[in-house]
């Protein structure tokens, strides 16, 4: 299947995908705000700019969407039809990019949560699994 768009069409609408503000973060931000925790935003001085540093915690969220990180076992997670070997490039570089960062941060004895876009549809799980990390209980990835 043919792109529907020029090439410079393309270009113009992929530069306007935001990386901060969007509607999964958001979700995240206001659900731990309501549950009365205080964090910092996008610091730019850790690896991969987690989208919510709880300094105090030495704790770290990133939210992802399921498609730009890959998220395992995901149906969300597909391949574009055109340009296939762009894509699979682009989103596999994300993904190491993504785990070299945990990784880096992880060594500066942060520690690392993932959200995941998916289970945003399960917003009293994800505030459990939210409370849990930030109070220091055991989770699960």
């Known amino acids: 299947m043919a792109d529907t768009v020029s090439p410079e069409a393309r270009s113009r609408i992929m530069a306007?995908?935001?990386?901060?503000?969007m509607k999964p973060e958001m979700q995240v931000r206001r659900l731990l705000h309501g549950l009365g925790y205080r964090y910092r935003l996008h610091r730019a001085d850790?690896?991969?700019r987690p989208d919510l540093v709880f300094p105090s915690r030495c704790k770290v969220v990133f939210v992802n969407g399921?498609?730009?990180?890959r998220h395992d076992g995901c149906p969300r997670v597909r391949i574009p039809a055109t340009n296939r070997e762009y894509w699979i490039a682009k989103l596999g570089r994300n993904h190491a990019r993504d785990a070299r960062n945990v990784v880096s941060l992880e060594e500066q004895g942060w520690a690392v949560l993932t959200?995941?876009?998916?289970?945003?549809?399960d917003l009293p799980a994800t505030a459990e699994r939210l409370v849990a990390f930030l109070e220091g209980e055991g989770i699960s990835p």
């Open 16 to 21: 306007r995908v935001k990386s901060k503000g």
């Open 46 to 48: 850790l690896p991969g």
């Open 66 to 69: 399921c498609f730009w990180h």
């Open 115 to 121: 959200v995941w876009e998916c289970q945003l549809r």
